[in-house]
């Protein structure tokens, strides 16, 4: 065959392989990873801010329904350890930090009454929500996708996903949709194994090979550096300072420092735009609530703090006690619930990137 | 007799290109590509080109140096063409171009994510001071190059950027210096040792995401048979920094890696051939606590050799 033949065999061959691939795009293609083949284009945030993660949609493997032991008997979970406590269906729910870590969603929960708990450890924020037991799959998903560094989920029956921290839906067919929430305690495992030691806590023995005594993101949790973009850099704290932060209608909120409450238990009985709240926390035993101060009878209470006597924390005038989720356990108002207020523990940058032009509260 | 002799001596050019040397400085968004400049050294005048397939399973999941059960059901491949084109400016200088074009998939859990798209570019000045001849067994090369991020850096799902894994260019300019030994190990020169060096210096793209510096130290041997069949081995030892956003280290990125890449080669004439190569996991050190890694990975190639005075 002449050398010439040859010459131009194999520049064809080389410019038809790049054409094959060149061909295909430019871009990304096929059903997940953006949205799970969601057609609605509408979202709530800016579409150029939302980032994909990395692992894919449920990249990091949620848990489902997974195994507890009582918090008398683990023995996988230190003292000082992190945990987000849940009550729920008669139930006490732990989930360690530290498996949350390589988790953050646990579909859990009764089958007549599932909930939803998630833990974002870019963004440091818990939260729980009630499931509908009907949906033909109540479940979420990790969707891969972060907004604002905070966790994006989607619920696995209309593939709509929504943002942790936001608490709503912001793309998809359930766009605007708000879930239910449930409180979620944030407290050191001592101190929960003080205030409920039958709760059950989820275990290490999750189904998947992780190293749950490996933290995954390095120095994360006490650097200031991010590893994803978020918005309004507000530099009054430190970025990774925990919070409990209220927001009300949407725009006005405020920020209680977890490490201000000091190591007796203190009440703070506030005013966050037209809300009374009171915020019960103790830095010691390292936890925090908020709760609605105003009773649907018009009645606003004030609160003042009950020392020594978990998981009761608060008492108000009328002589009522009250539990950390806002449960009166003795007094006229025995078994009433406070109502909840829209709040999250989370990183000051994780609030403010979210709510910007938050208000810190100082002793 | 006269066909064998020709070619041993495209063989020179061919077979003392080593098959991993400057493979992970073209990574096309992070996946380090198997071979994808053999950085030929054409003799004065003379055509180097060559176009190359490559295929990535990215599905090992590794702590460290141990393996991990994947419980994600995924399923993360890269596959990329490349042409090369060298000339020989002269006896002792040469100039290299790549071009890429990548496709990169990701399924977990049957949800599937998909960007495709030309990858980066490579040019690359090659100087060879010593070449094995008749007259040498040795040889020795160095190249100084830059990456052209004239590919795809912006591929979506949807409306959202795909991870920077998941992009076909690395989307900023990067820096190459190469260096290569080789010295044959009997009078026809059929049998070589070889040796090479690489480094990678990485730009930040418009993300301000910065892929780690890489540095790459292959040990190889090639036998030209006196038969169209050539057979190369190589180690290859590659190390990579952390990635980088805002000049913040990204956690689970970059390692230490050992492989093994065994290659045939096949000479259709005294100026075509065919390789394939594969690179398979001996050992790997990977930075904190679980990253997915290449499981294998192989390459096919057609190269052909023209012009020039010899």
């Known amino acids: ?116 708990m998630s833990y974002c450890p870019l963004t440091g ?9 009907t949906d033909s799959d109540p479940s979420y998903g990790g969707s891969g996708l972060l907004f604002n560094s905070n966790l994006i989920l989607y619920d696995r029956r209309t593939t709509s996903l929504w943002s942790q921290m936001m608490q709503t839906s912001i793309h998809g067919l359930r766009i605007r949709e708000r879930p239910t929430n449930i409180q979620v305690i944030e407290t050191k495992f001592s101190t ?57 209608a949407g725009s006005t909120s405020k920020v209680y420092q977890l490490n201000g409450f000091g190591s007796l238990t203190d009440t703070i009985n506030d005013q966050v735009g037209d809300l009374s709240v009171v915020v019960v926390g103790n830095t010691d035993l390292n936890f925090a609530a908020t709760y609605d101060r105003e009773l ?12 020594n006597d978990l998981p009761n924390v608060m008492t108000d005038g009328e002589g009522n006690v009250w539990d950390i989720f806002g449960k009166a356990v003795s007094g006229p108002r025995t078994g009433e619930q406070l109502s909840l207020t829209s709040s999250l523990t989370a990183y000051w940058f994780a609030w403010t990137a979210f709510n910007p032009n938050a208000q810190i509260y100082f002793n | 007799m006269i066909r064998l002799r020709l070619i041993q001596c495209s063989a020179i050019v061919l077979a003392c290109l080593p098959l991993g040397s400057i493979a992970q400085t073209c990574s096309c968004a992070s996946v380090p590509l198997l071979g994808s400049m053999q950085l030929a050294s054409p003799k004065n005048d003379q055509w180097y080109l060559a176009t190359t397939y490559e295929f990535h399973d990215i599905s090992d999941l590794v702590a460290g140096s141990s393996s ?21 400016l002269n006896d002792k200088w040469s100039i290299s ?23 980066d570019a490579i040019v690359m000045l090659k100087y060879a001071p010593k070449a094995i001849s008749l007259y040498s067994s040795t040889s020795l090369s160095f190249g100084i190059g830059a990456r052209l991020p004239i590919g795809v850096d912006d591929a ?39 040796v090479s060096l690489s480094h990678t210096q990485n730009g930040e793209n418009d993300r301000d995401y910065q892929f780690g510096e890489e540095s790459t130290v292959t040990l190889g041997g090639a036998y030209q048979t006196q038969t169209p069949w050539g057979f190369n081995l190589e180690l290859l030892y590659r190390t990579a920094d952390r990635d980088q956003r805002n000049s913040v280290d990204i956690p ?20 075509l051939a065919l390789s394939a190569a594969a690179k398979i996991p001996v050992s790997r050190n990977l930075n904190d606590s679980l990253q997915f890694t290449t499981k294998y990975s192989f390459r096919l190639s057609l190269s052909y050799v023209f012009g020039g005075t010899g």
């Not at chain 1, 057609?39 to 990395?54: A, H, M, Q, Y």
């Not at chain 2, 171009?97 to 990858?119: C, F, I, K, P, T």
């Open chain 1, 1 to 116: 065959m002449p050398i010439y033949s040859f010459r131009i065999y194999a520049i064809i061959f080389s410019f038809v392989s790049l054409f094959v691939v060149s061909a295909c795009g430019g871009g990304g293609g096929g059903g997940g990873g953006g949205d799970n083949g969601v057609t609605i284009s509408e979202w709530l945030v800016p579409r150029n801010e939302v980032v994909d993660g990395g692992p894919g949609v449920d990249g990091i493997p949620p848990l489902q329904n997974p195994n507890y032991e009582t918090a008398m008997t683990i023995n996988t979970v230190l003292p000082d350890d992190l945990v987000v406590a849940v009550r729920h269906a008669g139930q006490i729910w732990v989930y360690p930090h530290d498996i949350m870590d390589w988790h953050e969603i646990v579909n859990d929960g009764p089958a007549s009454s599932p909930f939803i």
């Open chain 1, 125 to 133: 924020s818990a939260a729980a929500w009630n499931g509908t037991a």
């Open chain 1, 192 to 248: 929960l194994q003080q205030m409920y030691p039958d709760a059950t806590v989820l275990t290490r023995d999750t189904g998947h090979n992780r190293d749950y005594d490996r933290y995954p993101y390095n120095d994360y949790k006490t650097s200031s550096d991010l590893l994803f973009p978020a918005n309004n850099n507000d530099n009054r704290l430190h970025r990774k300072e925990r919070v409990m932060g209220v927001l009300v």
């Open chain 1, 296 to 307: 649907s009878d018009g009645t606003i209470l004030t609160f003042s703090p009950v020392q």
């Open chain 2, 68 to 88: 991990v059960r994947d419980t994600t059901g995924r399923d993360r491949t890269s596959q990329a063409f490349m042409f090369e084109l060298s000339k020989g």
């Open chain 2, 97 to 119: 171009a790549l071009l890429s074009a990548v496709d990169h998939e990701r399924e977990v859990n049957n949800v599937s994510a998909s960007a495709s798209g030309l990858g």
């Open chain 2, 156 to 194: 979506t799902q949807q409306g959202v950027d795909l991870a920077e894994d998941m992009q076909p260019s690395v989307g900023a300019y990067g820096g190459i210096l190469w260096a290569y030994w080789a010295h044959a190990l009997n009078d026809s020169k059929g049998a070589r040792i070889y």
């Open chain 2, 252 to 271: 689970n990125t970059g390692g230490n890696w050992l492989d093994v890449i065994p290659a045939v080669q096949y000479h259709l004439n005294e100026s």
